[in-house]
């Protein structure tokens, strides 16, 4: 009879987002279980597991195999060639015949980061898809292909390669076909595991992984088998060797269409290559709670000539039953007993605890092979200068030590990813280990507690841990395996697989949350920086019309908008807006977003989705587009996009957050942020002065309520990123009354009045982390209004420096002082032009008083601004 690895020898997979049972779809319900009070019952409670097994014939005997043990494989040599290595296609031929993009797809530095092609079908009859390029006729250039070698590169290096091969193009779909990848050691050629797959449109599909250590020895096997050609796992087999190649240890599962663990089975061989072995067995019903558990023990002959057998109530060991037998296998003795008190700790783990510690590495080699990509993508991001000076960015603004502490932990995160990785490249934990103790459990090398919790506090990405098990399995001490086997037992549960599977569900998911989930440390700290720098929550400037140098000396902080220029194609002297251009993304990211160190606003309202019912989501698709690819060309970019997040609902505010407005807010929030929120580092939303209430002490009521929610949906959303709303210098038109035509804000396009800016940052202060000044052209800045809305700025900075260091302060008296003195110097000077005007005009006139009357105005204007400006800075110094 043909093994299972004879059935897939030599044939690898591209590795992709394998198929598997969610423990989340088990189903739990209580049910009666079968206590065991004689060794008669040796139908291994059959009717009470009985399950769906694969319909394909040409499986009966495989699947037979699968009860207890698998044969040995034979030795292959570490870099077996693909069975279809003969008939590959010409590359170059081939790539001649594909589209332009497949062809183009380098990395940032301009080298190559992948040639694969991945193949999609579209009702089984034509391919829709190669490669991110759609098309509905490329039946020419697939029927050239028999088969098509893959290459994966790192930073220039080869780190794997793959094969599809097919049995035939039928109609352009192969009935069956069967692909293989290899991944290698870190910056070596060794192979360190080989991937097969096979996949057909009728019967059950395979997949098989072996893996090897540094000097090309075979460490271990594992065979996956899934249920008709559906994402559903039925059993999973794996096969540890020891270093002459010997199985040491083997075990099976078996689950039910519910994806639960249902049998298992494990035999271990004390003696390598000997038939002396003990197998466990064990049965779970469909809630997960044991039902039976026995121990069979074999001679070196391979005869059977011991049983223990445990009954179980309610998952819990009530009985045990022994059986001796002769030189025959003949039962010769057998007793009942209650079970030891110790049960429960003694057959813990269920199964050979050496196989379990390989089935531990089985599944975390698969966990690492599988993101591979996410390490070079998590060593391409860098580290702000802040990052390095936290410590004495913490001290000088004196944080609570809760505060404090969670800035702390979030560099930590980041540290420990990028050190991880770094570890990951080269293969040595070594240092990572001793570094980052702390941040790990001493036995399995799990995070820590602290450490899982802090993560998932923050809606951080988990990433895949350092465990030790290949470490302690090497080591051969039967006393460190049975530790850690049961510390992994009490995390891991039986299925290990599927906790690591968890974790990585989506490779590209993955890599992508853990890029993300850098930049909100980097967020996090950048604001903190600025706080410090600011002497509270930083205002940026986006003040259009008015020379920026005048608000940079009252403390604002510049901020980088990006607008149509940055996403669209500029033609005929108008921009292309149908769609995010990527050529020109790139183009603005490689020569002018070089600054790693400031904060991005995307600013793209063609697509507003404020106000559209329902969500329209092929406006977020083009926003989020706009994201991306900013982070595509450099992940490092802090970004964020203007009142997108979370939608600008006055209205649903005032109502409460009972009322049902204000719940579809939330709901429509929800919808935005799913489809948006890990594409972005900081949350603008829009706290405009849209409503008038009766007197000027209402309308700042209001806007407060506005403000407040809107802030506090904004934290609900935003998951740890910084939340800096935008402040606009005039009140909001808030529309236009279609029958007068007049704004339906009375004060609509009217200067804001400097108290009640003055009022709003101090509120922000205390809310935000940050805020935003804006201004559009539609109003002329003048004179008057910078003197005023920017005393407004200067009285709310000085307000909140008072306490702080008397060098700051000295700084900030000194700018002050110096703009004070300029603003009066120019008023002065051009009272004294006015006047000599008012003097030529009175001299040369007779009788002609319009001229006069209109210069002597404006020397009265001037007179007052010139008063105003002189009781504002009495009231500053006061």
Known sequence: MLSWYHRVKGLISVVGRRARASNNSRRRHARSTNNIESLEAREYFAADVALSVPSAASLAELTATLGIELPQPETVAATPAPVCAASVTNRDKLLTNLPAPLISDLNYDGRFSSEDLVLYYQDKQTVKWLRGVESDNLDETLDLISSLQLLGYETGNTVGTAMLCSSGLVANLPSSSTTVSRAYYPGTSVVRSITSHVQSKTDPRYRAVRHFDRQGKLQSDSFELYRDNLNQLYSRSFTEYDTSGNIRASSTQVFDEAGQLRRLTSTAYPVPSQASRTTDVWFFDASGKTVSRKTIYYDSRGIEVGLRQFGFDGGKPISVATGTYDSNGQLVAQSILPAPADANEQFGIGYSQSAYLAQIDDAYAQALTATESAVVQVLRMNQLPSQSNLSGIISQLNLPEAEASRYRRLQHYFNVLKNLSKSRLTGDYTLFYKDFANSLDPVTGDWAAWFSNFVEAEHLTMPIPPLTASVVRDTQDATKIASLANAYRQKLGLNPQSYLEALFEDPVAYEQGLLESLRKVKSNIKMLELRAQSGGAPVFDWVIGVDSAQLATIGTQPLVALTSHYFFPYVNGKYILDEVNEDVVRER????????????????????????????????????????????????????????????????????????????????????????????????????????????????????????????????????????????????????????????????????????LYNQMLQLDELADGMVLYNDRYLTWNTLVTTELAGAVELFHQTRLKGTNDAMRARYDTLMAANHSALLAKLEAEKTVRLKQFEQSRARSVGDTAQADAIAAEIQRLELEISRMVDLWTLLTA
Request: zero cysteines; proline letters at 7%; aromatic letters at 10%.
């Open 589 to 756: 990211v490689e020569k002018s977003l070089t600054n790693e160190d400031a904060i991005y606003l995307v600013n793209i309202e063609v697509w507003d989705i404020n106000g559209v019912d329902p969500v329209p989501m092929d406006y977020i698709a083009q926003l989020r587009r706009a994201t991306d690819l900013l982070h595509k060309y450099n992940p490092n970019l802090l970004v964020g996009y203007y009142r997108m997040l979370p939608q600008r609902a006055p209205n649903a505010t005032y109502l409460g957050e009972d009322s049902p407005a204000y719940k579809q807010w939330q709901e429509r929030n929800d919808i935005v942020a799913d489809a948006m929120l890990d594409s972005v580092d900081v949350i603008f939303p829009s706290l405009y002065v849209l409503h008038l209430g009766e007197d000027n002490e209402t309308t700042e009521e209001r806007w407060k309520t506005f403000a407040t929610e809107s802030i506090r949906e904004s934290r609900r959303i935003a998951e740890g990123r910084p939340v800096v709303p935008f402040l606009m210098l005039y009140y909001h038109r808030n529309g236009f009354d279609p029958t007068t035509g007049l704004p339906n804000n009375l004060k609509g396009n009217e200067w804001i009045e400097p108290e009640l």
